[in-house]
């Protein structure tokens, strides 16, 4: 397949990256790479740790979600954007609409961890019209919320992955790795609904062509692993998991494509695995990661990856977790 | 007073850092400078944490040892180095000397945090005749037992800040953080033995003239503070605080002139809200940092330090604390 052919009909192309980056310059965090010794002598590969936790807002949505809403039209703006999220991409777009001055309604989980709910709500302080509507996620269908709030109320929708501004604006964590450390071998991202990787995708096999990308879901929610055996979108039920940001049923119908076409493979970690590099990254790393946070790293450290000799860019999500529950996890409790 | 005059009769000079940071460009790390708008917003300042945390080894102590060692002659290398430390100097010259292919007698305290008694072990393995030797903090004279085995054994004692070496290591740290952040109104480091304030204090002046060189110290270890109060350098007894990294007994023939001259003044903070910041940097920045790397923060999120309006650097110091101990605090148990 020659480069020209290997994005043809995907919703994003690397163009679409670079118009990105170009919108989030001075608006999103540019985040730290670190390196752990540790870690290299584990694995046996070079890791790359793209930082998103350092993110604004403390994960990497804030990227995709600014990068939508600031493509609004003056209508759009003044009548606002609404959200359905497990609760990173609430905050990103509760921010991401401060910083552009337009209302938002964010309809998230009951059980979202109180820090997300807490930072949703302070984001939309003094903010005209805006408000947290919250909803059962293993009863109640969040998309259908979403669609009835929207209409209602004549906002925008935006929702968490399946959007081509929102997997655009996700790639450019992969576009800075890449053009900070030079070429990678392999890009592991963790998945839920395939935001992050679809955009990653495309930003890495642009500026590093060859590179295996691969995802990494939690193992009690391995749908897109499912999806690509299956060669079609499998939904399953909303998977019980401490990765709380890739809680999602299904893939979407703009992220899967580039999903078959620029991933290599999905594998998946157990929460215990999750558990386990939360603390090597405290204890190594002197890093806050929430558990979505951890899927990538826990897959090469743990050993379910093996890519001895090889230069890896590993996604770190995030670091929104709620400090007793994240207390409990580092104590082993 | 000129700026010629400024550096006059002490023990280290501002070319002394600069050839540190020659010899520590390629195997110290540069560690990033993060910034929270959480913690401008508190304090009205604008802050620029220079993250140690992150520093190889896990702490600043790094620059120091290495900078010390890497000066040793042939005849020296060859028999090797003696250190005491309450741990982050231990590891630290036990990295540099490991890096050097030299032995290295480490003598601790039997309380040390177990992570950093490992870590000195561990980065002893395989070297020939290196050890760690232990003594009771609270009833031993840890100079005294250094000063003898090094006599006994014919290596050379590097002590954890009064040696001009050490100190202009450690105020690498600071160059770095003024060169990429420009120039500083304040520089805010914490104090323990006083090396690491002295080297950022001579690097700080040098770069950023007229920056305001200010010192923290845990309430209960208050001898540097003291000191200035009465001219002379003050002896305390061993403080209990959970800041192990500042439980010196009294600032350093060397240092303390350092500290005289460029050093405005020294506050002090509670254990309580060392604890609060250490809470601060994991729900907010999403760092672990270790009790004594709390100190200069915590001063100017406690509002000890009222600096509203001015570009402030932070020194965070290191990031070696028991996952158990550091789960127990964020727990607030």
Redesign the interface.
Known sequence: MTDAALFTDLAIQPADIDAAAARLAGVARRT?V?TS?QADERTGAKLFFKCE??Q?M?AFKFRGAYNALAQFGPAERARGVIAFSSGNHAQAVALAARLLGMPSVIVMPTDSPA?KLAATREYQQGQRDSEVVLYDRYKEDREAIGRRLAAERGMTLIPPFDHPHVMAGQGTAAAELVDEVGPLDALVVCVGGGGLISGCAVAAHARSPGVEVIGVEPEAGNDVQQSLAAGRIVRIDTPRTIADGAQTQAAGALTFPVIQRLVRRVVTVSDEQLVRTM?FF??R?????EPTGCLAAAALLEGVLALRGRRVGVIVSG?NVD??R???M??GS
């Open positions: 730290p670190l010794r936790n350092f604004r403390g820090a603390r405290a204890e790393v002197k890093i806050v990661v670091g400090l007793p994240y207390a409990a580092l104590a």
